[in-house]
């Protein structure tokens, strides 16, 4: 068995909210350990979010096939307890094309069943069981082709909320939580999404009739009627799938934060995403873009205690003209709730990179722990 090293940086969402790392300069550069069993297979480490971490402070080992070439598992995967290697924590099966395929089965740290269901070419499909880690049912739903029936919902008191397909149903979103009325399954009527911890009117809408979506309204109040935002359910209600991104934890081994909010907008981050998407498509809409190929540039800056973004400066810029102008979008972009640690507001470090090609730009960005 040989041990590769490999150096990793924290994984970019494209136009989302990135999980915060201290990237400080003056922090040691971080490794992680793949082991490789017998040449594609390895040995991953990681933690009770399916994030890559150093193996003292891991809870669970992947072993699996990996396509390094592609970052995708393909072939069964097995996930080990640290602690109690008897601890089957999930099993399944990819196929070539990295896709989950079949049975996947997931259980608790202290064993207790968690999830138990199929896919098909990396979809949900037939009966779902999600369960507490007391072992309670949690959720039970059906899905066909693209059709979605959540029969049976317990909360975490033991109180069934929704049965045989009727009742309320409420779920969370990041920071958000949608709710509203199922019938046989399905969403009818208005359902609502609120802001988490906010006593405030909702922030979206969405009207359905028998399950099909009607209208909807954004947090911006601009309605639309191409598609719902609103997914009843979906694969981030199983933990195990996080691993597929090969993300790095945010958090160093050793590291202790607690109680940190990072910086988010208060109409929700797909919002201001929306926001920086039109205002780089209006400062770019005079210029060919066409004559950019594998260009990219990245701009550095601070989120403030206020939530405004400061001190922005263009890095391996390639058009200083096109680099001013969207710093100049940047500045003009509304106030994000700033990073909270222990209730105090603090600055964090924020880098949103710019590629270029085929016509197009796009970018991507992520907020890094700050020195306060």
């Known amino acids: 068995m040989k041990t590769i090293f490999i150096t990793l940086t924290a994984g970019l969402l494209s136009c989302t909210l990135a999980k915060a790392q201290d ?3 003056q922090q040691p550069v971080r490794s992680i350990h793949y082991q490789f069993i017998d040449k594609d297979s390895v040995k991953l480490a990681l933690n009770e979010d399916f994030e890559l971490i150093e193996d003292s402070c891991a809870s669970i080992f992947r072993y699996a096939r990996l396509d390094t070439a592609f970052g995708k598992f393909v072939g069964h995967i097995r996930d080990v307890s640290k602690a109690d290697p008897n601890v089957i924590r999930t099993e399944g099966t990819y196929d070539k094309e990295g896709n989950k395929e079949g049975l996947f089965v997931s259980h608790f740290a202290n064993g207790q069943l968690e999830s138990k269901g199929n896919f098909v070419k990396n979809r949900l499909d037939g009966k779902w069981e999600l369960y507490y880690d007391n072992g309670k049912p949690r959720m039970y739903f059906e899905v066909h082709d693209h059709d979605i029936q959540l029969t049976d919902y317990w909360d975490p008191t033991g109180k069934k909320l ?3 397909g009727g009742g309320k149903y409420k779920f969370d ?12 399954g399905r969403p009818v009527g208005p359902w609502y999404a609120y802001r988490t911890g906010k006593d405030e009117p909702p922030i979206m809408t969405e009207v359905y009739k028998l399950g099909e979506f009607q209208v909807g309204r954004s947090p911006s109040g601009k309605e639309y009627k191409d598609a719902a935002r609103m997914e009843l359910v979906s694969q981030d209600l199983l933990p195990f799938t996080r691993a597929e ?16 909010i990072h910086p988010h907008y208060k109409d929700g981050m797909d919002a201001y995403n929306s926001l920086l998407s039109d205002g780089v498509k209006d400062a770019l809409r005079a210029t060919d873009l066409k004559q950019f190929k594998d260009n990219s ?3 550095v800056g601070t989120v403030d205690a206020k939530g405004r973004l400061t001190d922005l400066k263009a890095i391996n810029s390639f058009n200083e003209i096109i680099s001013n102008k969207l710093i100049q979008v940047l500045k003009g972009m509304p106030g994000l709730e700033p990073t909270v640690v222990n209730g105090r507001s603090v600055k964090a470090n924020v880098q949103v990179n710019f590629i270029f090609n085929g016509g197009y730009c796009n970018f991507n960005y992520t907020f890094t722990a700050a020195d306060n």
């Open 173 to 184: 979103v990041d920071q958000i939580y949608w709710e509203g009325h199922l019938m046989d």
């Open 162 to 164: 929704v049965d045989n």
């Open 245 to 260: 991104a090969l993300r790095l934890s945010a958090m160093p081994c050793g590291s202790k934060f607690s109680n940190i």
């Open 23 to 25: 990237a400080a300069s």
């Open 297 to 299: 540039f990245s701009v």
